[in-house]
């Protein structure tokens, strides 16, 4: 009967805390309200935050706490409402750069004279690129946005987004399920522009994987077919092969995305066969290996090294096919070395498929190829078999 009293007086102890704690959780929280938070923003300018403040004791502190939602870090100020509780506080976009049309969360913190504190609930917004009036077309999961041009200039689009979907699904799984956003800017200045806001800076196109966004600058014109045939496709590319490889698709080898993202173009730059041959001409081609970090800053040698990215995946592709493609994307995101990547994927190095492609594919001479693969190994063996004469030498000079 003890045993039974003293546990019901136990009982009866922790129910009356639980309920005294809550009753003191509610009402701090009952003396505290947040209303009317809102963020409005002017692309790379600024975003203004604002709400006003109810509370039943003076404010002693509030805090804005916001962030791009694919960021680990949060951004935190700390704000001073007035004698009303209205908070205002102007974030400068144009020197702290967020990701244009990245999902921004924020949300206040108060903590009153009193010791009574809240966290405001988390809201949402995006930021988008505001400066233009976005026209809007969709077909699945893929949404076209355009600023200038009409409804045919949309659609035209996407379908050719729709179309160069269809041409990556038969390079490698495709995750077509997640939305897919294609903004097309109508000058290289404006999506320069854009992209220098977000952090970021570019040419024609550029692809911002993880937000799921695409951005070309294609301007109505007599030429606009042949751009959408290059850029959208190529950035559809690198969007889909990094939800392909996960988190590690900066591990690929920089031939392996350029080449990629160049085979799904569905109009092949006909400038590539030219640069191709005038390199294999002149012994300038550039080794594969060279290629795997980095492409060279110089323009010329870069659009070498596109055209030559762009043959070499091609040719791996037309000797081992779809499979043999994603186990060599499986290989080099799993942390494999350029080379290492290859040898688990064919069992053969990259020096070998590179003399073969440019042997059976560029018609080059086969034995200045190799000539030049074995040379930096030629040297070192030279070295090898010379040191030890030098010695020997030496040391007859001494017992002479």
Not at 28 to 50: C, L, W, Y
């Amino acid at each position: 009967m003890g045993k039974t009293l003293r546990r019901l007086t136990n009982l009866l102890f922790l129910t009356i805390l639980l309920l005294f704690g809550s009753a003191q959780q509610v009402l701090g929280q009952a003396g505290i309200e947040i209303v009317d938070a809102k963020a409005t923003h002017r692309f790379g300018e600024e975003i203004h935050f604002s709400a006003q403040i109810k509370a039943s004791s003076p404010i002693k502190e509030v805090s804005l706490i916001f962030r791009d939602i694919k960021e680990e870090n949060s951004r935190i100020f700390s704000l001073i409402a007035d004698e009303e509780g209205h908070i205002d506080y102007i974030y400068d976009a144009s020197e702290n750069l967020l990701h244009p049309f990245a999902e921004i969360s924020y949300w206040f913190q108060v903590e009153l004279e009193n010791g009574e504190s809240l966290t405001g609930k988390k809201n949402f917004f995006t930021y988008s690129d505001n400066r233009f009036e976005w026209e809007t077309r969709e077909e699945a999961n893929l949404r076209v946005h355009w600023s200038e041009g009409d409804e045919a200039f949309g659609l035209a689009a996407l379908d050719t987004a729709r179309v160069g979907l269809a041409g990556i699904k038969l390079l490698f799984a495709v995750d077509s399920n997640q939305p897919i956003d294609i903004y097309i800017y109508a000058s290289p200045t404006d999506l320069q522009n854009a992209l220098f806001m977000g952090g970021e800076s570019w040419v024609a196109g550029h692809a911002s994987p993880d937000l799921g966004i695409i951005f070309v600058s294609i301007a109505p014109s007599a030429q606009e077919k042949t751009l959408m045939q290059q850029y959208i496709p190529h950035e559809l590319g690198h969007l889909l092969l990094y939800r392909y490889a996960g988190e590690n698709y900066n591990l690929l080898p920089t031939w392996l995305l350029e080449g990629i993202a160049s085979m799904a173009e569905l109009y092949a730059n006909p400038d590539y066969e030219l640069a191709l041959q005038r390199a294999t001409e002149n012994n300038g081609i550039i080794s594969i290996a060279e290629l795997c970090q980095a492409f060279p800053r110089d323009a010329s040698t870069a659009f070498l090294a596109y055209a030559e990215s762009s043959s070499f995946t091609r040719y791996l592709y037309t000797n081992y096919g779809t499979s043999g493609l994603e186990s060599l994307i499986t290989a080099y995101a799993d942390g494999l070395s350029c080379e290492a990547g290859m040898m688990r994927s064919f069992g053969k190095s990259l020096e070998y498929h590179d003399a073969n492609w440019q042997e059976s594919v560029l018609g080059a001479n086969i034995l200045g190829v190799a000539w030049r693969a074995f040379l930096p190994y030629g040297l070192i063996l030279v070295l090898l078999l010379i040191s030890p004469i030098i010695s020997s030498l030496s040391s007859m000079k001494k017992d002479t």
